[in-house]
Nanobody, 125 residues
Framework: QVQPVESGGGLVQAGGSLRLSCAAS????????VGWFRQAPGKERQFVAA????????YYADSVKGRFTISRDNAKNTVYLQMNMLKPQDTAVYYC??????????????????WGQGTQVTVSS
């Protein structure tokens, strides 16, 4: 089974940028849709962005549209989340999740079977 592994989190000032990476371990991401979610302390896990297996379908949460960009490089077996114009309210643990792409790109956490351990993103004001 595929095992997502996140990297790239850190501390950044408001208005700054970070790029998160999600690499596949165990097997490739080929055939899998991949989503990014985030969870702030005391809050529920929240959808951020998702991309279909070939990149043809992409969804974003309204809160990140125009600031975040999801992309994938299947040759490198990696999905990216470029985060620009970061705000303090973007502070959270960011999770990468994968699920076999059946043609319906999921925006809810239960739609994804395989999850990474998360990477902390902290945006200071």
């Amino acid at each position: 089974q595929v095992q997502p592994v996140e990297s790239g989190g850190g501390l950044v000032q408001a208005g700054g940028s970070l790029r998160l990476s999600c690499a596949a371990s165990g097997r490739t991401f080929n055939g899998y849709a991949v989503g990014w979610f985030r969870q702030a302390p005391g809050k529920e896990r929240q959808f951020v962005a998702a991309i279909s297996r070939n990149g043809g379908s992409i969804y974003y949460a309204d809160s990140v549209k125009g600031r975040f960009t999801i992309s994938r490089d299947n040759a490198k077996n990696t999905v990216y989340l470029q985060m620009n114009m970061l705000k303090p309210q973007d502070t959270a643990v960011y999770y990468c999740a994968a699920d076999w792409d059946n043609g319906r790109l999921g925006v809810n956490a239960p739609a994804y079977d395989y999850w990474g351990q998360g990477t902390q993103v902290t945006v200071s004001s």
